[in-house]
T-cell receptor
């Protein structure tokens, strides 16, 4: 299994509070991704990173920010959480070798009350 | 951008029978097509992938076919077993782009 650790695995918080999710990899892969998974929507890309300090938006980036200060860590921040951001969040990684698959972490279940 | 449609959304199959899940994509520049299996409460896991320079790939009971002209690809599972019950996702990636676009998933149930 790819060396990906997401933390925390579960979190319950209140509307309006800031939340940061962490993804840590031990594979030294260049690309890292944050997805959210909701019933009926599959996996939707929030943000991704193609190197240290290099990030770009995905299809559902509003309300989220990311940072990557080290190759191994990719942080997802909800500056002011809303109930619509209740979801399961997955981190994924892939190498820079052409046409390699993405491998996923175990996910973080986030509930915003 | 790429758009991927996946059908059916749910599929029930008798144990031992075959299951087929189909996906279509919109961008002819897509050249990489992975399939993921997700068991309840678990992470998506890659089960098979295909690149646009081949039309079919097999791995034991699982096979994927690709029709570039029609822009669709399919997952075939033969001799289904109870442990095949899961949600399956297809995805597509445009050449030169590191982002995957996922289908909305198929919940496969194997009936004993």
């Amino acid at each position: 299994d790819a060396g990906i650790t997401q933390s925390p695995r579960h979190k319950v918080t209140e509307t309006g509070t800031p939340v940061t999710l962490r993804c840590h990899q031990t594979e030294n892969h260049r690309y890292m991704y944050w997805y959210r998974q909701d019933p009926g929507h599959g996996l939707r890309l929030i943000h991704y990173s193609y190197g240290v300090k290099d990030t770009d938006k995905g299809e559902v980036s509003d309300g989220y920010s990311v940072s990557r200060s080290k190759t191994e860590d990719f942080l997802l921040t909800l500056e002011s959480a809303t109930s619509s951001q209740t979801s399961v969040y997955f981190c994924a990684i892939s190498s820079e070798v052409l046409n390699q698959p993405q491998h996923f972490g175990d996910g973080t279940r986030l509930s915003i009350l | 951008g790429e758009n991927v449609e996946q059908h059916p959304s749910t599929l029930s199959v008798q144990e031992g029978d075959s299951a087929v899940i189909k996906c279509t994509y919109s961008d002819s520049a897509s050249n990489y097509f992975p399939w993921y299996k997700q068991e309840l409460g678990k992470r998506p896991q890659l089960i098979i992938d295909i690149r646009s320079n081949v039309g079919e790939k097999k791995d034991q009971r699982i096979a994927v076919t690709l029709n570039k002209t029609a822009k669709h690809f399919s997952l075939h599972i033969t001799e289904t077993q109870p442990e095949d019950s899961a949600v399956y996702f297809c995805a597509a990636r445009i050449f030169g782009n590191e982002k995957l676009t996922f289908g909305t998933g198929t919940r496969l149930t194997i009936i004993p």
